[in-house]
């Protein structure tokens, strides 16, 4: 048996006729760029969110640095990360001219660990950035807590978590602002690069639209140095064909989840923790081997598909040597990054390819 890694085909074979409708749609109009498909699904996607403004913009590293930017976070400034996450959380804190600090996560699910964090704030600290790591929402409420005490801005990174719960409420409406991709893969997918940045704060948004739009408030009028970054009409009309089916995507996929939990039994393979207070979207499936290498061989020998996020962690990255951060020194995003597989998830995989999976894993040895 076959069991990609991910595949778009039963949603997009669900959805075909939306999906072209909507095409057509942009395509009869002839108006490409800032008009009603962007502006209508900037609306929808607030709402589902539960917050009050959603700017469209080019994709998720954008949606970050633009809303960093916004929050006038530069020069000396410090924005606490996880150590375990995509290059793209400590690019957009680089790129508004910060410095990324990394804090170690919980190596049970993978996400920033709240009790390490209160130690890496200086001085200079502007702001958390907790990412919501493989579609489970981080430990809020510390967070919160944290920077209401330091006076921090939080800034949510919610590229994979799109629909995710903590405590019955959408992550991406706790901090100041938060940021989204809709890279084709994430369970809200366009088809191609798209973002968005959402909040409560109206000016702050505002602020977020003019610096992607060339620092632009209006036509010809710039206030800003910005940069061109925004949501094309094309892309928006799919999401919005797409928005209305993802909770019942989402419930998919933690059936999915809730298979792989309860039938992997191989004592070599750790399972990903579930805090209490979350309700994940799983868009990955995050397991730890020890012998991951030869895992991740004998899985893609039996015809099932794996990926490995993030084989080298940001630290020890090349363009991150100048941090002066050696091997070692955060050494549980670099177990993580030594011992993480990902597991086939997504929208259409059947049940028959769910247990071909579970079996192979625990044939494992």
């Not at 088809?191 to 959402?198: K, S, W």
Request: some cysteine.
């Amino acid at each position: 048996m076959k069991v990609p890694f991910v595949s778009f085909l039963p949603m997009e074979q669900e959805l075909n006729t939306e999906l072209r409708e909507a095409f057509d749609r942009v395509y009869t109009r002839s108006w490409y760029i800032e008009g009603v498909e962007a502006e209508a699904f900037e609306k929808e996607f607030a709402n589902y969110c539960n917050t009050n403004y959603c700017v469209g913009i080019g994709n998720g590293l954008d949606a970050l640095m633009l809303a960093l930017k916004a929050l006038e976070i530069k020069g000396e400034d410090e924005v606490i990360i996880p150590s375990n996450t995509f290059i793209a959380t400590a690019l957009a804190v680089t790129y508004a001219g910060a410095t990324p600090i990394f804090v170690e996560p919980d190596i049970r699910t993978f996400n920033i660990e709240p009790s390490k964090i209160e130690e890496k704030i200086t001085k200079n600290t502007k702001a958390i950035m907790p990412v919501h790591l493989y579609g489970q929402s981080c430990d809020m409420d510390p967070i919160m807590e944290l920077a209401k005490k330091y006076e921090l801005f939080v800034v949510e990174d919610c590229a994979q978590a799109h629909g995710a719960i903590y405590k019955s409420q959408k992550i991406g409406s706790f901090g100041d602002v938060a940021g989204f991709s809709f890279y084709p893969g994430k369970n809200l997918g366009a088809f191609g690069d798209a973002g968005a940045t959402i909040s409560n704060n109206k000016k702050l948004i505002e602020k977020v639209r003019a610096l992607g739009n060339y620092g632009s408030d209006y036509k010809y009028h710039h206030i800003y140095l910005g940069k061109n970054s925004r949501l094309d009409e094309m892309q928006a009309a799919f999401l919005a064909v797409k928005l209305p089916h993802l909770e019942k995507m989402n419930i998919e996929r933690r059936k999915v989840a809730n298979k792989y939990l309860a039938g992997i039994k191989n004592p070599e393979v750790i399972l990903p923790y579930v805090i209490p207070a979350a309700l994940p979207v799983w868009h990955i499936f995050s397991i730890r081997c020890k012998r991951r290498d030869a895992l991740d061989v004998y899985l893609k020998n039996k015809g099932i598909g794996t990926n490995r996020h993030y084989p080298i962690p940001i630290h020890l990255q090349e363009c991150y040597k100048d941090l002066g951060i050696k091997e070692g020194e955060l050494p549980i995003a670099e177990e993580i990054s030594a011992t993480q597989l990902s597991l086939p998830m997504y929208y259409g995989i059947n049940d028959d390819q769910v247990q071909y999976v579970i079996d192979v894993v625990n044939e494992f040895s």
